[in-house]
């Protein structure tokens, strides 16, 4: 396929339109400025992918400028954004192919642990965050690539100021579908989330005897360290147990607030991100290695290999208040439960290979 690369120009003040199109746009239920904006937007860009509905819920209020829409077959990559004023962008859609992309776009964070937040809906391969909604995709027909690993395409959705809502799910998916096709992917089409524009929050926390079922259920069965105030801890299944990144967490019973996550990681674009999550907060002698597991008194790793890629785990403890000291395990504590967690989690997938962080429990890095 020919690469093609496209740059929009302003968008028509409201005045310049006749009184004809004026009447259209009534018409069609597009009599705002701010409703013509989106028609406008999603028939140009993103090889018009998206639907003004959809952005019409994402970007409600915003006063649009320009955009600009690429789209490089060769680079295995589209992109396209709506602009707010000249400097920033309102909305950002991106989907790439290349490994190099994926991997500087997934790493994005982790120089401090990242959260698995929940699942998106209808099965979609990916999860919503703090930045929107991310999909991960294997792709069939681009193969591997020269360092063996699988091709992906990832599509996210950034929009300014806004978390994940079924409306950024939905022009994700749209995104994917398109960039599937135009990138040579071969990515089986995503259903479309459902209607609605509530922001997704993540499941309520229930007792570890609920968890049964759910990507957190091997909590159900464990002896759990005491929370701070001795209450039950809260268990919340961030996301599906077969989600491309999966994630767990205890929530502590007096604030509220999580208190240690567990999440895995799967596909061979975790290694560097991980090894340099170490080196970033974890102070070990220089003749170890930094993509091996281990275990500090706030973060530990594990690994394993699964669908002949490796898979990286990941134990988080937050501190309880400002002081980054306090926290609400300590990292003895924590070791046995990142083992049982990625235990399930390898036995779950059907992984092989797997290695658990040693008894050694190494102190923060200095910053």
């Known amino acids: 396929m020919a690469s093609k690369a496209r740059t929009t ?3 028509m003040a409201w005045p310049a339109w006749s009184a004809a199109a004026l009447a259209m746009l009534a018409l069609a239920g597009f009599a705002t400025k701010e409703h013509w904006q989106h028609q406008w937007f999603a028939a140009t860009l993103c090889e018009g992918s998206l639907r003004a ?34 400097r920033h962008y309102a909305l950002a859609v991106d989907a790439y192919t290349d490994p190099e992309d994926l991997e500087r776009q997934l790493d994005y964070g982790f120089s401090i642990p990242l959260v698995a937040s929940f699942a998106l809906p209808a099965g979609i391969p990916g999860l919503a965050n703090e930045f929107g909604p991310v999909i991960l995709q294997d792709c069939p027909d681009l193969g591997r690539d020269a360092q063996g690993r699988q091709r992906r395409l990832l ?8 978390e994940t809502t079924p409306a950024s799910a939905r022009i994700a998916v749209s995104m994917a579908n398109t960039a599937s096709e135009r990138l040579g992917c071969g990515a089986a089409p995503l259903p479309t989330p459902p209607a609605g524009n509530a922001p997704y929050e993540p499941p309520p926390a229930v007792p570890p005897a609920k968890a049964k079922g759910t990507v957190c259920g091997w909590l159900a069965g464990l002896t759990l360290p005491k929370s701070p105030n001795g209450a039950e801890w809260g268990v919340v299944p ?34 560097k991100p991980f090894e340099r999550l170490l080196m970033n907060n974890v102070a070990y002698a ?15 790793r594990a690994r394993a290999r699964c669908d002949d890629e490796t898979v990286n785990y ?41 290695e658990l962080p040693p008894a050694e429990i190494h102190p923060k890095k200095k910053r």
């Open 155 to 162: 599509t996210t959705v950034h929009a300014w100021g806004e």
């Open 286 to 300: 220089d003749d170890l290695d930094s993509g091996q597991p281990m275990m500090s008194e706030e973060l530990g």
């Open 53 to 86: 509905s959809d952005l019409a819920d994402v970007l409600p209020d915003q006063r649009l400028q320009a955009g600009t829409d690429e789209t490089d077959a060769d680079r295995g990559r589209m992109k396209c954004r709506i602009n707010r004023d000249e």
């Open 9 to 11: 120009g302003k968008v």
């Open 238 to 271: 961030h996301t599906d147990a077969d989600a491309p990144v999966t994630g767990c967490s205890l929530r502590d019973p007096a604030s509220g607030k999580t208190a240690v996550s567990f999440s895995g990681w799967y596909g061979d674009w975790t290694e």
């Open 314 to 354: 990941l134990a988080f403890d937050y501190p309880r208040g400002t002081d980054i000291r306090d926290r609400h395990l300590t990292g003895r504590q924590l070791r046995p439960l990142l083992n049982a967690f990625a235990k399930d989690q390898a036995k779950r997938r059907g992984c092989t290979d797997l």
